[in-house]
């Protein structure tokens, strides 16, 4: 009788398990996936703001002028940085690149044109928007011409458009896994309960009743996967924050707790949904259905 026992107790603790680590992984690979979008977001936002305008003004502009015109650029709502450089200053950059005596040949007249150099917020980095910005700064009296990459930003673009798509479909192809995963391995689970649950109906028991005790464990199975999961995402963050510097910051722990609170709702509705659904499905079966 007592080993009789401990085998129930083995395979009730074995089933119980085992829903628990399809949970946990399940949850955590939509934790990751989720993390990974958002960090790739981040960075397309970064290397978009990375994009540098070069705005050239005409020979002679008095830097007071330029220093106007400079803070005029700044209360652009599109613009996040500007940086001024005087034509001594393009000069000094030119003679890392050509040499100390390269203005030599031009009689050390200077050539350079003074500039602004302007990074545009990431959301203002559309060809539409660019073009906006380019007509109303050339438009100014002291400017000569608004330089950039057209290529560049075009490749930015399309790329991020591309990685974001391929992303999208990917985390939705996860969670329908992760969804199917989970409600079949609690209908499995409910399933072989069948009979315990025809003995119940039996002695009269009310569907309340019955389904209470299910549910309860269901939600309490989803729980602790939950937390598992939770527990893995925060390992493998601080294991990419030992090894990998600037990724993961102080600024992005209230969307690691975001996420972290979300995986633990996702888990318990979808425990909760499944094991209801489930044993609902598993009451008032006739006898094919019962003893198949």
Not at 80 to 90: D, H, L
Not at 191 to 211: D, T, Y
Not at 269 to 278: D, E, G, H, K, Q
Request: hydrophobic share 50%; proline share 1%.
């Amino acid at each position: 009788m007592n080993t009789r026992h401990k085998h129930k107790s083995f395979i009730l603790w074995s089933v119980n398990f085992s829903t628990v680590l399809s949970i946990s992984l399940v949850m955590f690979l939509l934790g990751f996936i989720t993390l990974f979008i958002y960090h790739t977001y981040t960075t397309s936002q970064q290397i978009k703001e990375q994009v540098s305008f070069t705005v050239y003004l005409n020979l002679g502009t008095d830097e007071q002028q330029a220093k106007e015109l400079e803070d005029e650029i700044k209360k652009n709502p599109k613009v996040k940085s500007t940086r001024f450089i005087s034509s001594e200053q393009a000069a000094q950059m030119m003679n890392k690149v050509m040499g100390e005596d390269h203005l030599s040949v031009l009689d050390s007249v200077n050539p350079y044109q003074a500039s602004i150099e302007v990074n545009l917020k990431a959301q203002a980095l559309k060809i539409s928007e660019i073009k906006q910005f380019i007509v109303t700064v050339e438009a100014k009296d002291i400017v000569d011409v608004v330089d950039y990459r057209h290529d560049l930003v075009t490749d930015i673009n399309d790329a991020i458009y591309n990685i974001s798509a391929f992303i999208f479909v990917l985390f939705l192809c996860l969670l329908f896994i992760a969804v199917t995963l989970i409600n079949h391995t609690i209908r499995l689970t409910i399933n072989s309960k069948r009979l315990q649950i025809r003995s119940m109906e039996l002695v009269g028991a009310k569907a309340g009743f019955i389904r209470r005790p299910f549910v309860v464990r269901g939600v309490i199975l989803g729980l602790i996967g939950s937390l598992v999961a939770d527990g893995l995402l925060a390992g493998v963050l601080y294991w990419v924050y030992s090894g990998i510097k600037g990724l993961v910051l102080a600024e992005h722990i209230k969307i690691y707790a975001f996420v972290g609170v979300a995986i633990v709702v996702l888990g318990v509705l979808l425990s909760f949904c499944f094991t209801y659904n489930a044993v609902r499905k598993s009451m008032n079966l006739n006898s094919s259905k019962l003893y198949k």
